[in-house]
């Protein structure tokens, strides 16, 4: 059964970085396009990042491009969110995830808190 075991949260002061990780447990990893999805409290779960199955293209939601980069590591089965420039508005529960398109549904870690104060 395919799991996804994220790390890397944590709480950071404004303006810090977090570097997160999310690991896959087959090896099937590099077939699937990987993504990152966050949860702020009272709402919806948003699209963050995702990186294709080959890693040549990467995506970004607006309020992070510039600040958060995504990228993986096929030797590791681990696709990273390397966060800067940390806001207290990017504080929510980080998840990864893993599927077929961008972004991708199909297979979900359990999450990562990350907190940042202001």
Same mark, same amino acid.
């Given at each position: 059964?395919?799991?996804?075991?994220?790390?890397?949260?944590?709480?950071?002061? @404004?303006?810090?970085? %977090?570097? %997160?990780?999310? =690991?896959?447990?087959?090896?099937?990893? &590099?077939?699937?396009?990987?993504?990152?999805?966050?949860? @702020?409290?009272?709402?919806?779960?948003?699209?963050? @990042? @995702? !990186? &294709?199955? *080959? +890693?040549? *293209?990467?995506?970004? =939601?607006?309020?992070?491009? +510039?600040?958060?980069? !995504?990228?993986?590591?096929?030797?590791?089965?681990?696709?990273? %969110?390397?966060? &800067?420039?940390?806001?207290?508005?990017?504080?929510?529960?980080?998840?990864? =995830?893993?599927? %077929?398109?961008?972004?991708?549904?199909?297979?979900?870690?359990?999450?990562?808190?990350?907190?940042?104060?202001?």
């Amino acid at each position: 059964q395919l799991q996804l075991v994220e790390s890397g949260g944590g709480l950071v002061q @404004a303006g810090g970085s %977090l570097r %997160l990780s999310c =690991a896959a447990s087959e090896r099937t990893f &590099n077939r699937y396009d990987m993504g990152w999805f966050r949860q @702020a409290p009272g709402k919806e779960r948003e699209f963050v @990042a @995702a !990186v &294709n199955w *080959s +890693g040549s *293209s990467t995506y970004y =939601a607006d309020s992070v491009k +510039g600040r958060f980069t !995504v990228s993986r590591e096929y030797a590791k089965d681990t696709v990273y %969110l390397q966060m &800067n420039s940390l806001k207290p508005e990017d504080k929510a529960v980080y998840y990864c =995830a893993m599927g %077929l398109g961008i972004p991708p549904r199909d297979y979900w870690g359990q999450g990562t808190q990350v907190t940042v104060s202001s």
